[in-house]
């Protein structure tokens, strides 16, 4: 089993920005693409972006293409959501999640194996 743990959630002015933090708990952390994605109240969830077991790849939706950036840091277990000129309809429950398959940067919530708790962010208009 692999364990995710979102963190750095919170409430944000529009234009103000927001790191969240992803740690797992699995020992080949580095094999597995990573993905972020998010669900705001209503919607269903929402694809943000993935980035490959190396870090080397990335590829984010429309909606927060320019703004967000993911990263990770495998000697750490911890993949990064930056998340910078933010906007009131980024609010939702973000939520970090695995693929164990290798795919090529996967954006299906589907394609995903193990799941956060997610955390909140909020930003005020």
């Known amino acids: 089993q692999v364990q995710l743990a979102e963190s750095g959630g919170g409430l944000v002015q529009a234009g103000g920005s927001l790191r969240l933090s992803c740690a797992a708990s699995a020992r080949t952390f580095s094999s597995y693409s990573m993905g972020w994605f998010r669900q705001a109240p209503g919607k269903e969830r929402e694809f943000v972006g993935t980035?490959?077991?190396?870090?080397?790849?990335?590829y984010y939706a429309d909606s927060v293409k320019g703004r967000f950036t993911i990263s990770r840091d495998n000697a750490k277990n911890t993949v990064y959501l930056q998340m910078n000129s933010l906007k009131p309809e980024d609010t939702a429950v973000y939520y970090c999640?695995?693929?164990?398959?290798?795919?090529?940067?996967?954006?299906?919530?589907?394609?995903?194996?193990?799941w956060g708790q997610g955390t909140q962010v909020t930003v005020s208009s």
């Open positions: 999640a695995a693929d164990l398959n290798q795919r090529n940067l996967p954006v299906n919530w589907y394609e995903y194996d193990y």
């Open positions: 980035i490959s077991w190396s870090g080397g790849r990335t």
